[in-house]
Every structure is written in structure tokens, then in C-alpha cells.
């Protein structure tokens, strides 16, 4: 999985509750990104970070923040999970040759 | 119209058949193109990665960009049980932002 790790890999949670993703690289690349996958929709990007402290916003970012203060980690929370939130989440690192590689996912289940 | 169109299939050819694989996509600025493959419950595994137009051969796998069409194709040739998997094409304009997925082929070989 190139060097990318994703905790937790399953996680039920209930309405409201906050929750967060970690997404860990051991590649040292400067871009990683968030993705979520749902049955006919494909994979949508939430945010994504070009470096420590710098990120930024996208198709899908609602109800989402992220943070990123070392380069090896980037996190995803959700301040107040919604059932519309059970997805898959990917991460996903890009390399120096343009390419982006996706860390396993994390099946999340809002009730 | 969506910017990237891709047949979900499903899709079944006997093992050793030649599959071919499909993605149109709107935007003309795309020059990044890629198509990964995605076990289930698994993250989408890179295969082949084209800038511009052109082939691109890898193996048992060609990819092909013809960007006055605006089409992208994979081919698979003597496909294998193991390459039973949904293939996504994925693309963007610019190194660094966020790829824009078509939803998935789903392939099934058979022996």
C-alpha cells in the first residue's frame, strides 16, 4: 500500500458523535488527500493538503475538517457525524512522478 | 453531463479473452490519465498512468489516450481469474489537484 496506513480500518459510531480519521505516510511526500467512495458516486475528494498547515477544500467538504501538522500525518474529522457520512474513506499520497497511491481504507457505519 | 463517463458494466469474458476497457470524459484541459484497479474491499491500486496522448504498454496491459475524442481505453490481454476486479479511470489537469474518478468497470473473468 506504498507506505500508506489508515486507522481505524472499521469504526461504528452513532449521530452526532465526533469522529476522527487518521492517515499515516512513511513516503515523506508533500500532497496527501481524502477521498470518500459510495456506491454511484465513485471516489469524491473532501480535502486535501499540499504541505504542513496548507489545505484545502474538495467536491465534497462538507461536513469535514482536516489538519495536518507534521507531513507524515493527515487527519480527517467529523465534527458531528451524519448518517449521510457512512462511506469508505481513502487516503491517498502523491508522488513525485504525478501519481497518487491510496492507503486501504476506513469503512465508517454512522447509525 | 458528467466529466467522466464510464460504462459499469458488469462485464464477463472467459479467461484468456482480450478486455477492453472504457472512459469519455468533457473537459479538454485533463493531460493527467490513469486507471487502477480495485479488489473488493481493498483501495484502488495504480496500473497504468499516461500523460497526454499515447500508448502505453505494460505487460498484459495497454493504455491508450486520444485526447481529440476525449477517450480513454484499457485494454487487458489473456485475461487471468485474477484480474476480476472493478477498474477505475481516474484524471486530472494539473499535478497536484484532486483526480476525478469515473464510477468503475466491474470485470469478472471466468476459467
Known amino acids: 500500500d506504498a507506505g500508506i496506513t489508515q486507522s481505524p480500518r472499521h469504526k461504528v459510531t452513532e449521530t452526532g458523535t465526533p469522529v476522527t480519521l487518521r492517515c499515516h505516510q512513511t513516503?515523506?511526500?508533500?500532497?496527501m488527500y481524502w477521498y470518500r467512495q459510495d456506491p454511484g458516486h465513485g471516489l469524491r475528494l473532501i480535502h486535501y493538503?499540499?504541505?504542513?498547515?496548507?489545505?484545502d477544500k474538495g467536491e465534497v467538504s462538507d461536513g469535514y475538517s482536516v489538519s495536518r501538522s507534521k507531513t507524515e500525518d493527515f487527519l480527517l474529522t467529523l465534527e458531528s457525524a451524519t448518517s449521510s457520512q457512512t462511506s469508505v474513506y481513502f487516503c491517498?499520497?502523491?508522488?513525485?512522478?504525478?501519481?497518487?497511491?491510496f492507503g486501504p481504507g476506513t469503512r465508517l457505519l454512522v447509525l | 453531463q458528467k466529466e467522466v463517463e464510464q460504462d459499469p458494466g458488469p462485464l464477463s469474458v472467459p479467461e484468456g479473452a482480450i478486455v477492453s476497457l472504457n472512459c469519455t470524459y468533457s473537459?479538454?484541459?485533463?493531460?493527467?490519465f490513469m486507471w487502477y484497479r480495485q479488489y473488493s474491499r481493498k483501495g484502488p491500486e495504480l496500473l497504468m498512468y499516461?500523460?497526454?496522448?499515447g500508448n502505453k504498454e505494460d505487460g498484459r496491459f495497454t493504455a491508450q489516450v486520444d485526447k481529440s475524442s476525449k477517450y480513454i481505453s484499457l485494454f487487458i490481454r489473456d485475461s487471468q481469474p485474477s484480474d476480476s476486479a472493478t477498474y477505475l479511470c481516474?484524471?486530472?489537469?494539473?499535478?497536484?489537484?484532486?483526480?476525478?474518478f469515473g464510477k468503475g468497470t466491474t470485470l469478472s473473468v471466468s476459467s
Open positions: 481516474a484524471m486530472s489537469n494539473q499535478a497536484g489537484t484532486a483526480l476525478i
Open positions: 491517498a499520497i502523491r508522488d513525485n512522478q504525478e501519481t497518487q497511491y
Open positions: 493538503s499540499y504541505g504542513v498547515k496548507d489545505t
Open positions: 513516503e515523506n511526500h508533500r500532497y
Open positions: 473537459n479538454s484541459a485533463f493531460q493527467y
Open positions: 499516461t500523460y497526454s496522448s
